[in-house]
């Protein structure tokens, strides 16, 4: 879409296909997310069911943000079931878990998996020469690391 973002169209290009992969691992993870919450049973169901609704807004929150950087380089935000099944670069949950700690493991690998994957895109950004985007993932980065530091907190083993 035509924008006078003052980027030059490739950066913005780039940067774009950056935050619509993130995007569609953080949908993914938000829905795994959850998979989780509705699941989990044992001891302290009640804290993890309640962390996983905040862990579920925040994510929904860093997509939204993700999202909307693409549209202001007049890019296309891909957040569709069917474009996130195709693009998500997360192994699928499992269903058949329900222990709090299987939840917690599954969890923690996907949080650290898209965490590793934002950080890397960071760099990737600042090299194009978007630092704005970079600052993007930065703030999701933070997030995610706080969230993994979390999640592992809960299950340390």
């Known amino acids: 879409m035509k924008t006078s973002n003052a980027l030059a169209s490739n950066i913005r290009n ?17 829905l795994a997310t959850k998979q989780a919450h509705w699941n989990l049973r044992g001891p302290q169901f009640i804290a ?10 925040d994510l929904d929150g860093y997509v939204d943000t993700m999202a909307e950087r693409a549209t202001a380089l007049g890019g296309v935000a891909l957040g569709t079931v069917q474009t996130t099944a195709k693009a998500s670069t997360l192994t699928a949950y499992p269903t058949n ?12 690998e996907r949080v650290g998996a898209v965490g590793n994957a934002v950080r890397k895109n960071i760099d ?20 995610l690391d706080k969230w993994l530091w979390m999640i592992e907190s809960h299950n340390p083993a």
Do not use: Q, W, Y
């Not at 878990?97 to 299987?102: K, N, Q």
């Open 14 to 30: 780039s940067s774009v296909g950056l935050l619509n992969a993130r995007v569609a691992d953080t949908i993914d993870l938000a």
């Open 97 to 108: 878990i329900h222990a709090i700690p299987d939840h917690l493991k599954a969890l923690a």
């Open 48 to 57: 993890v069911h309640l962390m996983l609704d905040t862990l579920r807004s």
């Open 124 to 143: 990737e950004a600042d090299e194009a020469g978007d630092a704005t985007t970079a600052d993007v993932f930065t703030e999701v980065s933070r997030g």
